[in-house]
Nanobody, 127 residues
Framework: QAQLVESGGGLVQAGGSLRLSCAAS????????MGWFRQAPGKTRESVAG????????FHADFAKGRFTISRDNTKNTVYLQMNSLKPEDTAVYYC????????????????????WGQGTQVTVSS
């Protein structure tokens, strides 16, 4: 079972950038499809991006397209979310999630697809 730890959150002004990292331990990251989700105050958790085990397949939510990029470095057991042109509405707790899967190119996009979750990292974007 993977243990996931997010980092890289913080306070940034609108228009700025952050790169979130999700480090995995306990099992090699290449066994897992990965995803990023977020939850803003008073809202349900929503999908941000997903990436297949081999990094070939990716998914980005409509609000993330053109601004956010998911990537992974399996040699470092780490998944990243590069966030550019941040907006105040991007303020949320960001979570990474993992799912063991046999096929290497499949991307999962739903919260229910992922059994393993990190504790989250807060991202606050000021106007």
């Amino acid at each position: 079972q993977a243990q996931l730890v997010e980092s890289g959150g913080g306070l940034v002004q609108a228009g700025g950038s952050l790169r979130l990292s999700c480090a995995a331990s306990g099992r090699t990251l290449s066994d897992y499809a990965m995803g990023w989700f977020r939850q803003a105050p008073g809202k349900t958790r929503e999908s941000v991006a997903g990436i297949s085990r081999n990094g070939v397949g990716t998914f980005h939510a409509d609000f993330a397209k053109g601004r956010f990029t998911i990537s992974r470095d399996n040699t470092k057991n780490t998944v990243y979310l590069q966030m550019n042109s941040l907006k105040p509405e991007d303020t949320a707790v960001y979570y990474c999630a993992a799912r063991l899967f046999s096929r290497t190119s499949v991307v999962f996009t739903s919260e229910g697809d992922y059994p393993y979750w990190g504790q989250g990292t807060q991202v606050t974007v000021s106007s």
